[in-house]
């Protein structure tokens, strides 16, 4: 061991806390390694691995507003609302 592992292994020991006490760190891998590309696929094409599904009750939809060009008084107007939801949530 060099002496500057030894340096960082006692910068990373607690000494307020005993030994036995000090959490372990440990790198687990993750549940299943990432599925390898498939060999037949040519450059640019893609091939469906899953599908993304957003339940509806995560979903916002806006009816009946038209669209309007973004000027520096609807700037403003977005910019109070923000602040006055933000206030709500403080």
Same mark, same amino acid.
């Given at each position: $061991?060099?002496?500057? +592992?030894?340096?960082?292994?006692?910068?990373? @020991?607690?000494?307020?806390?005993?030994?036995?006490?000090?959490? +372990?760190?440990?790198?687990?891998?993750?549940?299943? #390694?990432? #599925?390898?590309?498939?060999? !037949?696929?040519?450059?640019? @094409?893609? @091939? +469906?691995?899953?599908?993304?599904?957003? #339940? #509806?009750?995560?979903? *916002?939809?806006? +009816?009946?507003?038209?669209? @309007?060009?973004?000027?520096?008084?609807?700037?403003?107007? *977005?910019?109070?609302?923000? $602040?006055?939801? !933000?206030?709500?949530?403080?």
């Amino acid at each position: $061991m060099s002496t500057r +592992e030894k340096r960082l292994r006692k910068q990373s @020991e607690d000494p307020r806390t005993p030994p036995s006490h000090q959490p +372990e760190s440990r790198i687990t891998p993750s549940p299943s #390694p990432r #599925p390898r590309p498939p060999d !037949n696929l040519e450059e640019g @094409e893609v @091939e +469906e691995v899953g599908k993304i599904c957003t #339940p #509806p009750s995560d979903v *916002l939809v806006v +009816e009946g507003q038209a669209a @309007e060009p973004f000027s520096t008084d609807s700037a403003q107007r *977005l910019i109070g609302q923000i $602040m006055v939801w !933000n206030g709500q949530i403080d």
